[in-house]
């Protein structure tokens, strides 16, 4: 029965989550059972995509990626696929009917990091991150509103501005390891190896205008959703606080973390803050 196909799609994109990212993973168990699944879909479709285009070298990266591409197509269209993690989305996007102009600006995003490897314009940087942060934080918003379009409409620019803020403090964390494993850089008017004080605070300064609108939005998510998202935004924003401390030339020498034990922290002082309504 299909049923007991959609049951094990469902474990793999859950599997997914928790295998790629133990700090999703537990913003994501912060989040009510009833959207908790959708989220692990959504995240399983757009880490595979991710993966394709980053990890996988010894491979021809954009044949796997266009049969990916084909592959997602098929599963929309007939609603079901044997790729579990396309099946576990594809469901997700039909519940929600989460826009399709969104899943496509995310594959072309994805798309350009198969060639692309410098972004010199603020044009080509701004494209680039709507495409591979603010369109999943808008498909998150669908799962988290629960069909209120009302809500979703007026939390959209907030979505959008976490999803670049969460997006941009990966890209100054991973410098190192995108400039030597992928050859890529992602923030414009910068050189990976002349990376400057003030470049550096400037690049943070707007992160952190992007966490000030996305926190504003979080204030006024679902109960079943604010938890997991005030997490999230916990998480990243100290990651900034970090790299906000750390010298420029320390950055692009090595990956800035948050160590599990403060992970821990930030839970429970967030859920100390969550529920005495201080967000």
């Not at 029965?1 to 959609?6: E, L, Y």
């Not at 198969?114 to 999943?136: M, Q, R």
């Not at 079943?224 to 970090?242: C, S």
Request: with cysteine; proline share 2%.
């Amino acid at each position: 029965m299909k049923n007991i196909f959609d049951e094990v799609s469902y474990s793999c994109s859950e599997k997914v989550t928790k295998t790629y990212s133990t700090s999703f993973t537990l913003a994501t168990q912060l989040l009510s059972k009833d959207i908790r699944r959708d989220i692990y879909n959504i995240y399983g479709f757009v880490r595979f995509a991710d993966e394709i285009v980053d990890s996988f070298h010894d491979y021809n990266k954009a044949e796997l990626f266009n049969d990916f591409a084909i592959d997602l197509e098929k599963a929309i269209r007939n609603k079901i696929h044997l790729n579990p993690i396309l099946n576990s989305f594809q469901y997700t996007f039909h519940k929600y009917e989460i826009d399709r102009d969104l899943v496509d600006a995310f594959m072309k995003s994805m798309r350009m990091d198969l060639t692309k490897k410098k972004y010199s314009t603020v044009e080509e940087y701004k494209e680039y991150i709507y495409g591979s942060a603010d369109v999943v934080g808008l498909m998150c918003l669908k799962v988290f509103v629960q069909g209120n379009n009302m809500l979703y409409m007026k939390l959209k620019k907030n979505a959008m501005k976490l999803g670049s803020a969460f997006q941009k403090v990966n890209f100054l964390r991973d410098l190192k390891a995108d400039k030597e494993d992928l050859n890529r850089t992602y923030f414009p008017n910068t050189k990976f190896e002349k990376l400057s004080e003030s470049e550096k605070n400037e690049i943070i300064n707007d992160i952190e205008n992007d966490f000030k609108m996305g926190l504003e939005g979080i204030k006024e998510l679902p109960l079943d959703a604010k938890f997991g998202v005030f997490m999230a935004y916990r998480y990243y924003n100290q990651l900034l606080k970090k790299l906000k401390k750390t010298p420029a030339k320390e950055i692009i020498t090595r990956r800035i973390r948050v160590p599990n034990l403060k992970k821990i922290e930030l839970l429970t002082r967030s859920y100390v803050k969550y529920q005495l309504n201080l967000l």
